[in-house]
């Protein structure tokens, strides 16, 4: 049975399904609820800027973007977001999905941090990016109004969040700290991780061994 939030129909097809019940198995209810939220309110934006792009894959990159955090999928020395990106990539292979969309879907997943990059991919990319960072970090607020954002979070409640979210970021990659390395993630770790030491770019270029 179809279900429409704040007016943006959550895609119900087999695969969008498929892709829902592994999250729901892999994940917990807090990536569930963090990522069917960034999927509608990239949907949202998306409708709102009159931008076209496919919802079935919007919502499948949503709800990948973070199962590189879940102990099934995360790697001992990738990047979460390539991990999350690789389950993407084997899920839609194994389904018989045309590479031209696997690739997007992938490219969606993996840069879904990397600001000031992917707001110039394609628009599935560039949307999930912009609904990350409006459900963690609050970033364009206002683009909505306190009653759409009412609906969404009735649907799909925060219950604490923006605690919650940064302990759960943290045990995706504590065991491998420097994959964060010149990322938001660093900041991470560098609140939470007890002994961590940010690595400096400028001190690896200064003590480089190039001899000048």
């Known amino acids: 049975m179809s279900m429409s939030i704040a007016d943006i129909k959550i895609p119900d097809s087999k695969l969008a399904v498929e892709a829902a019940e592994l999250l729901r198995d892999q994940g917990d209810e807090l990536l569930w609820n963090h990522s ?3 999927f509608l309110f990239a949907a949202l934006k998306g409708n709102l800027q009159q931008v ?6 919007l919502y499948i990159s949503s709800l990948f973007h973070d199962l590189g955090l879940t102990p099934a999928y995360r ?7 390539v991990d999350g990106a690789n389950a993407a990539r084997d899920f839609l292979r194994s389904r018989g999905v045309p590479e031209e969309s696997i690739k997007l879907v992938w490219d969606a997943v993996a ?3 990397s600001t000031g990059i992917v707001e110039y991919k394609e628009a599935e990319a560039a949307l999930m990016n912009f609904g990350v960072g409006y459900d963690v970090v609050g970033k364009n607020f206002d683009l909505f109004s306190e009653e759409i954002r009412r609906q969404v979070v009735e649907a799909f409640p925060r219950n604490q969040f923006k605690q919650n ?3 759960a ?3 995706g990659f504590k065991h ?3 994959t964060t390395y010149g990322t938001i993630n660093a900041d991470v770790c560098e609140l939470l991780l007890p002994g961590y030491t940010r690595p400096n770019f400028c001190n690896h270029v200064l003590h480089s061994r190039w001899e000048e």
């Open 165 to 167: 979210i940064l302990h």
């Open 111 to 113: 840069l879904h941090t």
């Open 176 to 178: 491998k700290p420097e």
């Open 36 to 38: 069917n939220r960034v």
């Open 75 to 81: 790697s001992p020395d990738k990047r979460f977001e």
């Open 52 to 57: 076209k792009y496919d919802s079935e894959l």
């Open 169 to 171: 970021f943290l045990e």
